[in-house]
């Protein structure tokens, strides 16, 4: 229902005869006026002319919610501000005061990407997205668990992030999808559906990732319940690699990743909530845990801990 960064392929914008049929017969067309639906006619006309003039015809399509005097005002910022990611300047105002903090420790978790290894996480997944997850990993964190995740799932659909223009539904997907893995990603029968309308819209490298993400970010609010990182005695470090001695007979590759805590007077608590994130982590490289099922998509994780 959000018109606002939908997008359509080349197949769809070509079914001009089937939209001039719709708008001529459907009794209501949801956020279609009657004189907009008397313009379709023109619209399809329109799109036939660019398909036919465009050197390479026309091959995605977007959908902004906005108009001329939008952009005229859009057209009058700074290039660096209209530079700006949309999703992570919206997330901005939920931000903890360490939320930078935490965005790099979720960047120190992620292994390099190269287009010679098929196990990196896709581009889509990029530092902007990963930052907005951090700016709001804590916009729930004060509703009760067992509906902090569903609140999370629509919060960019229907929720506080329902609102924010310039961001494709792709993103909002992968940031809802973050956010409810953030929360444990237990939800009720109804919620499980609307959440595989979701992840339809996404790769399985994309799905796995997020959901490896997520766990990284329930681990980290775990750890900092209050989104406050102390700078000067950090609780823990990350590090990460890939690593081809991975599984029982170290033949596997994979993530190996290590979390490096300092001795403290609270060390053996970080000490079980860690031993406790290795096993939430590692659990998402289970091969009965891939996209798709034992054959399907996933990577080898496996989890390092150094307490110093």
Same mark, same amino acid.
């Given at each position: ?33 009657d004189?907009?639906?008397?313009q ?8 036939n ?21 939008e ?83 629509y ?15 792709? @993103? ?5 999808? *973050? $956010?409810?893995? !953030?929360?444990?990603?237990? +939800?009720?029968? /109804?919620?499980? #559906? ?32 209050t989104?406050?990182? @102390? ?5 823990? *470090? $990350?590090?990460? !690699?890939?690593?081809?001695? +991975?599984?029982? /007979?170290?033949? #596997? ?56």
């Amino acid at each position: 229902s959000i018109i606002n960064g939908y997008r359509a392929g080349r197949d769809d914008c070509a079914k001009t005869e089937t939209l001039k049929e719709i708008a001529r017969t459907a009794d209501r067309i949801f956020r279609v006026s009657d004189r907009r639906r008397q313009q379709v006619p023109a619209v399809a006309f329109l799109i036939n002319v660019l398909a036919e003039s465009l050197p390479h015809g026309i091959k995605e399509v977007y959908f902004c919610q906005g108009g001329v005097r939008e952009g005229i005002l859009f057209q009058q910022l700074q290039p660096v501000i209209r530079r700006q990611d949309p999703l992570e300047v919206a997330t901005t105002p939920f931000r903890t005061r360490s939320a930078g903090s935490i965005g790099n420790l979720l960047l120190a978790a992620i292994p390099p990407s190269s287009n010679a290894n098929r196990f990196s996480m896709p581009s889509t997944l990029n530092v902007h997205i990963i930052q907005a997850f951090a700016n709001f990993m804590y916009a729930h964190a004060g509703i009760s668990k067992e509906l902090a995740s569903t609140a999370a799932l629509y919060s960019t659909s229907t929720g506080l992030l329902a609102e924010v223009h310039g961001i494709s539904h792709g @993103d909002r997907t992968r940031l809802a999808l *973050l $956010l409810q893995e !953030r929360y444990g990603g237990h +939800l009720p029968p /109804r919620e499980e #559906k609307a959440k595989s309308a979701f992840q339809d819209l996404l790769s399985v490298q994309e799905r796995w990732w997020i959901r490896y993400v997520g766990k990284l970010g329930l681990v980290l609010g775990i750890l900092y319940p209050t989104g406050i990182i @102390d700078s000067l005695w950090p609780r823990i *470090l $990350l590090s990460v !690699r890939w690593a081809s001695d +991975l599984g029982k /007979r170290q033949d #596997k590759f994979g993530i190996e990743l290590t979390f490096t805590a300092h001795a403290s007077s609270d060390h053996m608590m970080i000490k079980e909530v860690i031993e406790g994130a290795k096993r939430k982590i590692e659990k998402v490289g289970k091969k009965k845990n891939r996209i798709g099922g034992r054959q399907g998509w996933g990577v080898k994780v496996k989890v390092v801990v150094n307490i110093n």
